[in-house]
């Protein structure tokens, strides 16, 4: 086997294949990433621990086709760390060699034919625009669970009813919820999956702004496999088992109060404002007619304060977050208004975004937060 790439191409290639490698496998060969190349031009890299699979497609000049497996992080600590020139991958008996300029480097390799065989992509369920795929994964992982000892919340539920997608996650003390316009294979289609978060985080990573991504999920209930597919790239993850809570409900019907402010500034004050707040201590947001007063500290620790200008309707209120949270979600939002909607000071407040001041929310997606006590 020998082929010859740009070391760019061929860096964003192996890092993109290596990303989901786990760091204690059940077997040391799952450390391993497989190169393929074929005489007709194009280079396969493939990894797989029996959860995930990734597979990368791309153009290589091939002087001899051939399969090997390396350990896929050294290798891709090698690429990333070769000059900018173009680089020269050879086996030659049992190492790989990598050559780029004057750099030489010898890598040992695995037994590839103890390799598991990837898992075949799902019939494809139909496809959606990269980008608004990756900007929904985006803001509805923030909310997902990373305790693996809660493996449920780790995951983010998926719907799919005819040509409307719905994604959420809850790690019990936020909710992330976003709606979006998918194109199905088949009209009509009724779909459920539980997908692990950090898999969806690697696919939002992974895609391009153009273009749509292919979703790929069998209609029959016992299916475990969910796949994604943009750009010569593919993803497959098994799903998660268990029954997600029916989350939906957590949204109030109606608020009685609704407040508006500015995302930036409120974004900006509270991360001034959360330095000095203690570890497991909110920071207090006092909302009045025509300001937010935000504080963080009391007694004898250290104290901070700012007012920013805000839009209330309602009575007044004063309610108390986990910064970290707030900032999830108001990071989450993309518009230039947070619209913050309350019950009283001690129920969930529902968080959407409007782009002027007075105009109307998008609740395509909501992030709903549960208060802390003051």
Not at 6 to 14: E, I, S
Not at 163 to 172: K, P
Not at 245 to 252: D, G, K
Request: charged residues 20%; glycine residues 8%.
């Amino acid at each position: 086997m020998k082929f010859h790439l740009d070391r760019g191409v061929l860096g964003d290639a192996v890092s993109w294949a290596t990303r989901t490698l786990p760091v204690r496998p059940a077997m040391p060969i799952l450390q391993g990433v497989r190169i393929r190349a074929d005489s007709g031009g194009e280079l396969q890299l493939s990894t797989f621990d029996y959860e995930v699979s990734a597979q990368i497609r791309l153009e290589a000049e091939v002087e001899t086709g051939g399969e090997v497996l390396v350990q896929g992080r050294m290798l891709s600590d090698i690429v990333r760390a070769l000059p900018n020139k173009d680089v020269s991958i050879a086996l030659e008996g049992t190492k790989l060699q990598v050559r780029c300029g004057s750099a030489r480097f010898a890598l040992a390799t695995l037994p590839v034919e103890e390799y598991p065989q990837l898992p075949s992509m799902p019939s494809v369920a139909g496809s959606v625009a990269a980008d608004v795929f990756a900007q929904a994964i985006s803001q509805v992982t923030v909310a997902a669970s990373k305790d693996d000892t809660l493996p449920l919340l780790t995951g983010v539920k998926a719907e799919i009813s005819g040509e409307t997608m719905t994604l959420m996650a809850t790690d019990r003390y936020r909710l992330a919820l976003r709606e979006l316009t998918w194109n199905p294979s088949t009209p009509g289609t009724e779909l459920t999956a539980l997908v692990r978060g950090r898999t969806l985080h690697e696919v939002a990573r992974s895609l391009s702004t153009g273009g749509s991504v292919e979703i790929a999920l069998d209609e029959d209930a016992s299916a475990n496999l969910i796949g994604f597919e943009a750009g010569g790239r593919r993803t497959t993850s098994t799903l998660v088992d268990g029954e997600y809570p029916p989350v939906r409900r957590l949204f109030p019907d109606s608020s009685a109060i609704t407040a508006v402010v500015n995302t930036g500034a409120l974004v900006d004050a509270v991360k001034r404002v959360s330095l000095v707040a203690e570890r497991n201590t909110p920071v207090r947001l006092s909302f009045t007619e025509g300001q937010v007063a935000l504080e963080a500290g009391a007694g004898d620790d250290a104290q901070a304060s700012e007012v920013l200008e805000a839009h209330l309707e309602g009575e007044d209120l004063v309610v108390g977050f986990n910064s970290g949270f707030l900032l999830d979600g108001l990071g989450a939002l993309g518009t230039e208004f947070a619209r913050l909607t309350f019950t009283d000071s001690i129920k969930p407040s529902v968080m959407t975004g409007q782009d002027s001041l007075e105009g109307a929310p998008d609740t395509s997606y909501k992030y709903l937060i549960m208060p802390m006590r003051i």
